[in-house]
């Protein structure tokens, strides 16, 4: 979008007209950020997204069209946010950030809907589709939020097996009692357990914080409850250890205090 190239422009100084100048202006975002606090990379990403590098030609080629105000064909406009994309990964590699992925939002379902109703998601999403992006950087922690309940059977398989996947919060329209409840348990019986951040809100107004959080603590409680003290028979204390590092302790330990 021009106004997206010209924030860029704006804050970094730079007009990129290759693939070099776009990342050395994304690596000046980068720098700017990590120097003033910044504890991750973050971006929501549409279902049929499925990153993987492209080709110095191909990137070259797609930066000098989109910076010259040229419309990119759908092929072309996937190269381009694959550059990007990868490039990101390849910063988060170099800061030593976190990189967050929220998968499988649809843009723009319900053209009526006011600002945020508008937006749905798709069973068609894997996380297939990103197993190039996990074995590429081993060193980059990848917190990654899903919207289904298909989906995040998905994510606990993946954060069993690979080492760089953690499971991230309950997102969007994953955020409803029952699916949390659910989603938790299955995550506490199989995924390591530094290995989960139980819950964040990208919420728009602060005090819907306490209700939030309150909401997911009653229902980790019951969950910690029901599974270890009762159906393992752990002490309360054991448990409530293992309840401040999914709330608190990981959270530190992945994005730093």
Not at 111 to 137: M, T
Request: charged residues 25%; positive net charge.
């Amino acid at each position: 979008k021009p106004e997206v190239r010209a924030r860029l422009t704006k804050a970094t100084g730079d007009s990129p007209s290759n693939a070099a100048s776009l990342k050395d202006a994304i690596g000046k975002l980068f720098q700017h950020f990590k120097s003033r606090g910044a504890r991750a990379c973050a971006i929501s990403l549409p279902p049929d997204f499925s990153p993987e590098p492209v080709g110095v030609g191909t990137s070259d080629e797609l930066v000098s069209k989109v910076f010259s105000g040229k419309e990119l064909n759908t092929d072309e406009a996937r190269g381009l946010s694959n550059f990007v994309f990868w490039t990101l990964a390849e910063y988060c590699a170099e800061f030593q950030l976190p990189f967050d992925l929220m998968i499988g939002v649809n843009r723009r379902v319900y053209e009526s809907g006011v600002f945020q109703g508008q937006d749905l998601y798709d069973k068609r999403v894997s996380l297939i589709q990103y197993k190039r992006l996990f074995n590429a950087f081993p060193q980059v922690k990848f917190p990654i939020s899903v919207l289904s309940e298909t989906s995040n059977q998905e994510l606990v398989s993946y954060a069993w097996i690979f080492p760089n996947v953690i499971t991230s919060g309950h997102w969007w329209y994953s955020n409803i009692p029952t699916f949390i409840e659910k989603d938790c348990r299955s995550r506490l019986q199989a995924v390591p357990m530094t290995k989960q951040i139980g819950y964040y809100s990208d919420m728009y107004k602060l005090e819907f914080a306490l209700p939030k959080f309150a909401m997911y603590r009653r229902i980790l409680a019951k969950v910690l409850a029901e599974e270890f003290v009762l159906g393992r028979s752990w002490s309360v204390d054991r448990a409530v250890d293992l309840g401040r590092l999914v709330l608190r302790g990981n959270v530190e330990t992945i994005f730093g205090e």
